[in-house]
């Protein structure tokens, strides 16, 4: 049992040497969340003018940010790029479902009804909005009901 373990990949990282493999991702979130709250993105009032389609500004971001993957991904197809560890990145079609239109909906009206999605949660609370801690326990509570069902749910 021992060897089928470790030859599944065991990590023999100690905590230290895990903590600082992984710190520059800690360092980017932290670059990308002074970047969002500076950019107003993280805003929840521009996330409601956007819903309410008052200003641009939104959509000006999400549309950029849209290109930018579209092309990184042209790129990283026809040139074979690798990632950082050298793994090829591998790009597999998923069949649509309605289940995507139903997850779709439940995210835009929690983004619509609170200001936020997940990830800008994190830049609310840091920026002294407490109020979004609620909004983060509904969001992690989501993703739990969600595990318990999803044998239950359209797939």
């Not at 929690?110 to 999605?117: E, K, Q, S």
């Not at 949660?121 to 109020?131: C, D, N, Q």
């Not at 609620?134 to 992690?140: D, I, M, P, Q, T």
Request: charged share 15%; aromatic share 14%.
């Amino acid at each position: 049992m021992k060897n089928i373990i470790e030859e599944e990949g065991t990590n023999h990282q100690s905590t230290v040497e895990n903590f600082l493999s992984n710190s520059k991702y800690i360092l980017i979130g932290v670059f990308f969340g002074i970047v969002f709250v500076k950019a107003e993105i993280v805003s929840w009032f521009r996330i409601q003018e956007m819903f309410r389609f008052a200003s641009f500004h939104m959509y000006g971001v999400i549309g950029t940010a849209v290109v930018v993957a579209t092309i990184a991904t042209l790129i990283i197809k026809k040139f074979k790029i690798k990632t950082i560890t050298g793994e090829e990145v591998v790009f597999s079609e998923r069949p649509f479902n309605k289940g995507n239109i139903i997850g779709g909906l439940c995210f835009g009206f929690g983004w619509a009804l609170t200001g936020a999605c997940p990830g800008p949660m994190y830049g609310l609370i840091g920026s002294g909005f407490p109020v979004f801690v609620a909004a983060l326990l509904s969001a992690v509570a989501g993703t739990y009901f969600y595990g318990l069902l999803q044998d239950k749910l359209p797939h």
